[in-house]
């Protein structure tokens, strides 16, 4: 098993997520997609691990100023360049999906992977089809470079997806999102989906960040 970089949800899923696996992470913008897997790469760094962070969003600059508003994060600049590698690649006419898996082909051998995110692959897609046919080409080459892949994938209220397929051909699929409770929102955390792992399916947990850190909460029984 491979450790999230949250206790709690280690616990959860009895030590980690399950090697060679590619987990979607889904949620809405805010719900801390990118934060949960900074989280997840800074502890495999700190193991001595190969991790690279693939944004097709945000350059480095703005990744490692996400870091710096997590004091838990922070440490994350002692690995950069050396075990953890941030790469910003910027889609276009020039790299399409196709071009993208491509490159991904010419990877060593990573420990952990991060790619943000998969919305960014659909956008530059010819058709929803296609789209399909290079998403299960792609992951199933992740498999064979990375021991843990989480894909981003950002979605409109509580789908699990954009609709293209993202669960379905992903090994867990965990869903972050905001809960109403007694009158504030909460970040809640929902594992929906994990091959080779022993869970409770779709129970919501807090999810707390704050400046310090990230860590999951109490149980919410709604």
């Known amino acids: 098993m491979i450790g999230t970089g949250l206790q709690g949800l280690d616990k959860i899923l009895g030590g980690g997520f399950p090697e060679k696996t590619n987990i979607l992470i889904s949620g809405a913008p805010g719900t801390g997609k990118t934060l949960l897997s900074l989280k997840f790469l800074l502890e495999g760094a700190k193991k001595g691990e190969k991790c690279c962070y693939v944004s097709l969003n945000e350059d480095k600059k703005g990744i490692l100023r996400a870091c710096d508003s997590i004091e838990s994060l922070k440490s994350v600049t002692k690995h950069i360049d050396k075990n953890f590698v941030i790469e ?30 998969v919305n960014k692959l659909f956008i530059f897609s010819d058709s929803k089809k296609l789209y399909r046919i290079n998403l299960s080409e792609m992951i199933k080459h992740l498999r064979s470079i990375s021991d843990c ?27 972050l999102s905001f809960l109403d409770f007694e009158e504030k929102p909460i970040r809640m955390l929902r594992i929906h989906k994990m091959r080779y792992a022993s869970f409770d399916p779709k129970v919501p947990h807090e999810l707390i960040i704050n400046n310090k850190d990230l860590r999951l909460g109490r149980t919410k029984i709604i």
């Open 88 to 117: 910003h690649i910027t889609l276009g006419e020039t790299i399409t999906m196709k071009k993208f898996i491509e490159i991904l082909t010419q990877y060593p051998k990573i420990d952990r992977l991060v790619i943000d995110n």
């Open 149 to 175: 892949t989480l894909v981003l994938c950002e979605t409109d209220e509580d789908k699990t997806d954009s609709d293209n397929g993202e669960a379905f051909e992903c090994d867990g699929v965990i869903q």
